[in-house]
């Protein structure tokens, strides 16, 4: 008896994460839908971005943050928001950790992908080709696709003309929410 309310328990969890809400997960605590302002003035996101990239018809603008104070799992971090938003609204998180040697990017990215399968009860789906930015320049990544959005696990191999100009291999963990995957996926390009 005692196993079969055990089973049970765990199933109603796991279906509890299969069917959450896209801003239940976060990265260094920021979560889709949250105000950037609740993290760093304006003045601070300005002058802690080291790249602002607008997006096609400026629909979309990312920051990318390459150190903040309060970050403890990842190196960087960045935020996409919509660009007229004076409330900052997240649409798009990434966390970024850089690593010398591929493999061990790799190796983070399996256990990080065997993680999410069993969160949401769903198999990422498998991509890899070239680096839109890096010429010669590869990713591998796995798609989680979402009611309400997408995470992405990706590890970029950055080509050794890069990595000499300090431009190392990456593993992005990115949330995405549902609106921006889509601009993403058929409208960015």
């Given amino acids: 008896m005692r196993m079969f309310i055990s089973v049970l328990i765990l199933i109603f969890s796991l279906q509890s994460w299969t069917n959450a809400d896209i801003s239940e997960f976060e990265i260094e605590g920021i979560s889709i839908g949250d105000s950037l302002l609740d993290f760093l003035t304006e003045d601070e996101i300005i002058k802690n971005s080291s790249d602002t990239h607008y997006y096609k018809d400026n629909k979309y603008v990312y920051y990318f943050f390459p ?77 989680f696709n979402l009611s309400d959005g997408r995470v992405d696990c990706v590890c970029f191999d950055m080509s050794k003309k890069f990595e000499n100009q300090g431009k190392l291999d990456s593993l992005y963990i990115s949330i995405v929410s549902k609106d921006f995957s889509q601009f993403i996926t058929y409208e960015n390009y």
């Fill in 67 to 143: 150190s903040l104070d309060f970050l403890t799992t990842y190196e960087s971090l960045q935020v996409t928001v919509k660009p007229k938003d004076k409330k900052y609204k997240i649409e798009g998180v990434d966390g970024v950790i850089r690593y010398k040697d591929i493999k061990e990017c790799n190796k983070k990215l399996a256990e990080i992908k065997n993680e999410l399968e069993n969160v949401f009860g769903i198999d990422g789906i498998f991509d890899e080709g070239e680096h839109p930015g890096y010429k010669n320049s590869t990713y591998i990544r796995h798609v």
